[in-house]
């Protein structure tokens, strides 16, 4: 083959973090289109109930989003204005973005440029007199350091509340991501490891903040109010706050069921994948992730690479471009979040002051990593790197 032929060619294009669809949940859609009830009832019961059992927690509330979860959550936790929440600068936007909808402050702590988690010592000496909340993000699945951050939680008496948008699997000491804090908070999103297309569910053990929630995902109405279109006859509702419009339709509950049902038989080939470009990269002028830690369990929802252009003699963009040549969809995972101008101008942050995720967010790739990549795939993403990184 010679040197500048795509590996794959424009129509076998794979595209990065496409959903595996099976049989199942298109029926299982259909099913609830064809019940004539689509609003947020009987699916979105049951998957709440399915995923709080799968990670052993108390309570459930399924939401629209990730983004709305972790709002929802900072604003149960009572969170007043000028309140200050640690959270890491290597993450998506929607992390920062709900710290600030739900009017408190978002400080950044640097990550362990090992792990690309928060870093618990960068946590400790961000901590002001102001610090309320502690807002980790288990990386690519990785589980942050937990022991370390929950003594610091406590020492400081500081909400927790998880970012497990990667971390649907993951576990730490055998105790499930989602359930260390107050709060755990995870995404449904297309891309993430059960999707519904767009979702999101906060797990938790108080009932009242379970209960504060679930009001405010639906206007701030009173509880059950979304039976006022049942068959049960008209049920009058009060507004007890003014809530907000992020409820999770039963369309995309069914299809999260779903989902759900293969969780683990996905996760384990996401795993077979992830250490099948992990034993092929090791010996690749490309960097490979760690290995990961003893007593947890990676939910291997991305799998990162950096690139460094003085050892791989092409810059991150470069890499990028050059996949994409080859018929390889990629993503990037991310740029840290002081690299944009919004929160420069509000905060005048400077990337530099954060330098692990500023190198990280300049050097990272994410290689195509879900349920549908076959073996093949997997060896046309090896063989694409090696064609762009010699
Ligand atoms: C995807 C993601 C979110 C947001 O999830 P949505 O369900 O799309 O709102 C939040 N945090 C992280 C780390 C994510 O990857």
Redesign the pocket.
């Known amino acids: 083959m010679s040197d500048d032929r795509p590996v794959r060619p424009a129509d076998r294009f794979l595209v990065f973090g496409a959903p595996e669809i099976h049989e199942d949940d298109i029926a299982a859609v259909v099913e609830t289109l064809r019940s004539g009830w689509w609003g947020t009832g009987p699916e979105a019961a049951r998957f709440e109930d399915a995923f709080r059992r799968y990670r052993d927690a108390d309570h459930a509330v399924a939401v629209g ?3 709305a979860a972790l709002h929802l959550s900072l604003l149960a936790a009572g969170l007043e204005p000028g309140d200050e929440v640690i959270t890491t600068p290597l ?2 936007c ?2 920062v973005n709900a710290i600030l909808h739900a009017g408190a402050t978002p400080v950044l702590a640097d990550v362990d440029p090992e792990t690309m988690n928060i870093d618990p010592e960068e946590v400790r000496r961000r901590i002001t007199s102001r610090t309320r909340a502690l807002l980790p ?1 288990h990386f690519a699945g990785r589980p942050c350091d937990m022991s370390a951050l929950g003594a610091i939680a406590q020492q400081h008496d500081l909400v927790m509340i998880e ?1 497990c ?2 971390a649907i699997e993951t576990t730490y000491r055998g105790q499930a991501a989602g359930t260390f804090g107050a709060f755990g908070c995870f ?3 297309v891309t ?1 490891n059960v999707a519904a297309a ?1 979702g ?1 569910m906060v797990l938790l053990n108080d009932g009242d903040a379970a209960d504060r929630i679930r009001r405010l995902a639906l206007h701030g109405m009173t509880k059950d109010a979304w039976k006022r279109f049942s068959d049960e006859g008209y049920r009058h509702y009060l507004v007890q706050e003014i809530g907000f419009k992020c409820n999770m339709t039963d369309l995309q509950a069914a299809l999260g069921l779903c989902q759900l049902a293969r969780v683990e038989a996905n996760h384990r080939r996401r795993g077979e994948i992830w250490h099948l470009y992990q034993d092929a990269l090791a010996a690749s002028p490309i960097m490979c992730p760690s290995a990961p830690e003893p007593h947890t369990r990676h939910a291997y929802h991305l799998y990162t690479v950096l690139i460094d252009e003085a050892v791989c003699g092409i810059t991150r963009d470069g890499f990028l471009d050059a996949m994409t040549r080859h018929g390889i969809g990629t993503g990037v995972h991310y740029l840290s979040i002081p690299e944009h101008p919004a929160y420069q101008d509000r905060f005048g942050w400077r990337p530099e002051e954060w330098p692990h995720a500023m190198r990280i967010g300049r050097q990272t790739a994410s290689l195509p990593l879900s349920a549908c990549v076959t073996n093949d795939d997997a060896a046309d993403v090896i063989r694409a790197v090696a064609a762009t990184v010699p």
Do not use: I, P, Q, R
């Open positions: 989003s990730c983004t993450t998506f929607a992390t993000v970012d948008a990667h995404s449904f999103y993430k767009e999101g």
